[in-house]
Nanobody, 116 residues
Framework: QVQLVESGGGLVQAGDSLRVSCATS??????MGWFRQAPGKEREFVAA???????RYQDSVKGRFTISRDNAKNTMYLQMNSLKPEDTAVYYC????????????WGQGTKVTVSS
């Protein structure tokens, strides 16, 4: 059974940095992604990383967030710098077993709160 477990969320101030992690039961060849859902809003895409290392970002986080993966540790990361109050959300890790299509697996989420 595939498991995704996020960690690293917390309360920070605007301008601070934070790194969230996603530990998996195995993701060789998978495409991994981060999504977030702010209070009262729909879940939105944040970033994705393919098995070959290619990445893609939502425009609002480009230059501030960096997605990465450590295949030896089956872990994905999202380094978030220059955080803004509008980055406040529950951050979800997601995985799909192919290069495109729907994400098949989801974590339980980790909450990130950015105070002004």
């Amino acid at each position: 059974q595939v498991q995704l477990v996020e960690s690293g969320g917390g309360l920070v101030q605007a301008g601070d940095s934070l790194r969230v992690s996603c530990a998996t039961s195995g993701f060789s060849g998978w495409t991994m992604g981060w999504f977030r859902q702010a209070p009262g809003k729909e879940r939105e895409f944040v970033a994705a990383i393919w098995s070959n290392g290619r990445t893609r970002y939502q425009d609002s986080v480009k230059g501030r967030f960096t997605i990465s993966r450590d295949n030896a540790k089956n872990t994905m990361y999202l380094q978030m710098n220059s955080l803004k109050p509008e980055d406040t959300a529950v951050y979800y890790c997601a995985a799909r077993t192919g290069p495109s299509g729907e994400y098949n697996y989801w974590g339980q989420g980790t909450k990130v709160t950015v105070s002004s």
